[in-house]
């Protein structure tokens, strides 16, 4: 027999509790549930006497011994032998889930390094995910016994969302947590497990594209930090994975059923930012783009623009924002048109000031009057990012004002320019502040335009 005996109580160190029954059996639980022999102990049960009345029922406390552990671990058993709905019951129970876990993915390797995981999917973001409280990791355990609870050296910060556990008996019980960290055999457990975890999601995009898309909606963001996280040093392992919104499809599409639609003739992968789809949707700079039947992807996240930075192609095609001045595409429109406009642009600079950098003939608006272009290497939406985490760099993207050449609008312009300079400072704050509005940018002072419509009104 092995007697072990408690220390008495003391200030802040409560010993006592380690001879309560709930305490006793739930540290079996959670570091010895799955040891292959019995664990038994004498519990107190509660129960109505045999042979009580059933209007006045009696009830007594009863001593009897009980099996705490489970033994048998569920990812020792194989996959075929174990039910969807055990699968979902131990998620749920392991980890307080209270939905089900969208894949489950059992992983058994002997070798070098042997091991068997079982790792799920979440089917939900976690309520803590992006706070400071949420823990990534699997439980790591040896021979059924728990090492450590969320061994985060498993899992790149990018499949931070996956749950489970592993189990090898090629780690010693007592290592350290800092041996942990430079263990060959748990390095090498690690990078198996995202190659694996990394496939099935690959898998899931192919054959269950709405279960896929379901998930990227939960944690898509992630693996596109996983790119960013490195300056594109994951790019090729997750570059397939993610998923944009396409102006053709009216659906998400990945980068490759993009580049597979493009004709010959297209140079760039176009894109746009904006708050959401039907903001982009409305810019006047993807009419040029799409007069040509060109598919835009729509980057509706602050990391998407950034991704393009460190992604720079795809397939061989370069990124193209649809605010770049060089679309590589013809607009007929905007050449017939290209005549000497300097007088009106120099009017437009003078009656703005430093608010924009420069402004210029549009080669690329088509209907609009004006738009705003950004330039300098910072977009509208990484400014709107940039000062949202960081309000003190007052960072500002270099602004430049496009007009339309072949707009009516332009033409009150050049005629009010040359005979009523009064009337056509009014028309350029009216346009400028249009183009701010377009471009999801805030109006320093909305009564200031305010007035100015309704001025030209009356």
């Known amino acids: 027999d092995i007697i072990m005996h408690i220390k008495p109580d003391a200030e802040g160190e409560n010993y006592s509790e380690f001879l309560q029954e709930y305490k006793l059996s739930q540290l079996i639980r959670k570091y010895s549930d799955y040891i292959r022999y019995p664990i038994q102990m004498e519990v107190t049960t509660h129960r109505r006497k045999e042979g009580s009345p059933d209007d006045k029922p009696e009830y007594e406390d009863v001593k009897e011994v009980q099996t705490i552990n489970s033994m048998v671990p569920l990812w020792q058993r194989r996959k075929g032998e174990v039910s969807d709905e055990e699968y979902n019951k131990f998620y749920q129970e392991k980890f307080f889930d209270y939905v089900p876990p969208q894949r489950v993915l059992p992983v058994s390797v002997e070798g070098t390094v042997t091991y068997k995981a079982l790792l799920f999917i979440p089917g939900k973001t976690p309520y803590n995910f992006y706070t400071k409280d949420y823990q990534k990791g699997l439980q790591l ?51 198996n497990l995202k190659k694996k975890i990394l496939a099935e999601l690959a898998k899931m995009m192919r054959e269950d594209r709405e279960g896929y898309e379901a998930f990227f909606k939960n944690f898509g963001l992630d693996l596109k930090y996983g790119i960013l996280q490195d300056y594109g040093a994951n790019k090729e392992e997750l570059q397939d994975l993610l998923l944009f919104y396409s102006s053709t499809e009216k659906k998400l599409c990945s980068l490759s059923e993009y580049t597979g639609r493009m004709s010959e003739s297209q140079k760039y992968i176009y894109y746009a930012a904006g708050a959401n789809v039907t903001a982009i949707d409305a ?37 193209r924002s649809v605010l770049d001045d060089d679309l590589g595409l013809e607009n007929k429109e905007a050449e017939e048109n290209e005549g000497d406009h300097s007088a009106v642009l120099a009017f437009v600079k003078e009656t703005l000031g430093d608010e924009i950098k420069e402004a210029r003939i549009s080669k690329k608006l088509v209907n609009h009057p004006v738009c705003l272009t950004a330039e300098g290497g910072l977009s509208f939406e990484m400014e709107k990012y940039m000062n949202a985490v960081q309000p003190d760099m007052g960072m500002k993207a270099e602004r430049v004002l496009e007009l339309n050449a072949a707009h009516s609008a332009f033409k009150a312009l050049e005629e009010a320019v040359e005979n009523d300079k009064e009337k056509a400072a009014k028309y350029v704050r009216i346009l400028y502040a249009q183009a701010k509005l377009i471009a999801g940018l805030p109006l320093d002072n909305p009564s200031d335009y305010t007035d100015l419509v309704c001025g030209l009104m009356k």
């Not at 008996?169 to 430079?182: A, G, T, W």
């Not at 799409?290 to 370069?318: P, V, W």
Request: charged share 25%; with cysteine; aromatic share 10%.
């Open 283 to 319: 810019l006047p700079q993807t009419e040029l783009v799409k007069n040509n039947s060109m598919e835009i992807l729509y980057f509706t996240e602050q990391a998407d623009e950034f991704l393009t930075e460190a992604l720079r192609t795809y397939g061989g095609k370069e990124f």
């Open 141 to 191: 355990y040896s021979g059924g016994v728990l090492i450590m609870e969320n061994c985060a050296d498993l899992l790149p910060d990018y499949l931070r969302f996956v749950k489970g556990v592993v189990d090898t008996p090629d780690v010693s019980l007592n290592i350290s947590r800092e041996m942990l960290q430079h263990d060959r055999q748990l390095k090498t457990i690690a990078n």
